[in-house]
């Protein structure tokens, strides 16, 4: 899904932070920007909308 990407802020946690460095990291990404897109575009193209977002996943409540 290339094309053009549009600044946007977002909120996260110091662990989903470090989570997303990892992943940077351990799958040689350029930037937390690239795991963030990576992810979305598997929820969109992959992802079975139910299981990612009727499941509570309640980690820092």
Known sequence: ???DKI???VMLSDEQIE???EMA???DLPDVDK???VLIDY???D???EEIFEQI???RC
């Open 57 to 59: 996943r309640c980690l």
């Open 35 to 37: 795991v963030l897109r």
């Open 47 to 49: 992802g079975d909308q």
């Open 7 to 9: 600044e946007r802020n």
């Open 43 to 45: 929820a969109i193209e």
């Open 1 to 3: 899904m290339a094309g």
């Open 25 to 27: 990291k351990q799958y």
């Open 19 to 21: 989570f997303l460095e």
